[in-house]
């Protein structure tokens, strides 16, 4: 079974590197901070995550567009039971803390359409212009 699925994975990682492409492009200029690629690698976008300091009211009004998103690990490793030995606590790493407090999972999967990602896209457009302060 597990070789029938691999013949697909290359196929699946460009489809999802196109999206993740057309969400960069439509949301570079909303200035929510999106993925980046480091130049010596190949990012396979398995998750397309997005950060915001209002996660929980995105996360409303996208599901209230019929947009799934989704938090991928909101506890920083330092805080899991794995690794409570080390000591760390809250406060330990604010930056990782941070991080899984602000960030929100687009919907990303092979078959997602350039139309589905201009949907999305737009939705977070909106919510970045209602989110910023009146002039």
């Known amino acids: 079974m597990l070789r029938v699925k691999l013949r697909h994975l290359e196929g699946w990682t460009e489809a999802r590197r196109t999206a993740a492409a057309k969400y960069n492009e439509l949301l570079k200029p909303t200035g929510v901070p999106i993925p980046v690629e480091a130049p010596y690698a190949r990012h396979v976008y398995h998750i397309y995550a997005v950060r915001t300091t209002q996660r929980e009211k995105w996360m409303s009004a ?19 039971p794995a690794f409570a030995d080390l000591g760390h606590k809250p406060g330990s790493f604010p930056h990782s803390e941070k991080a899984a407090n602000e960030t929100l999972s687009l919907p990303m999967f092979p078959e997602l359409t350039s139309a589905q990602v201009a949907e999305v896209a737009g939705a977070v457009a909106e919510l970045t212009r209602a989110s910023e302060p009146a002039r």
Do not use: N, R
């Open 62 to 80: 996208l599901q209230a567009k019929g947009i799934h998103t989704g938090i991928h690990y909101p506890t920083p490793v330092h805080l899991l």
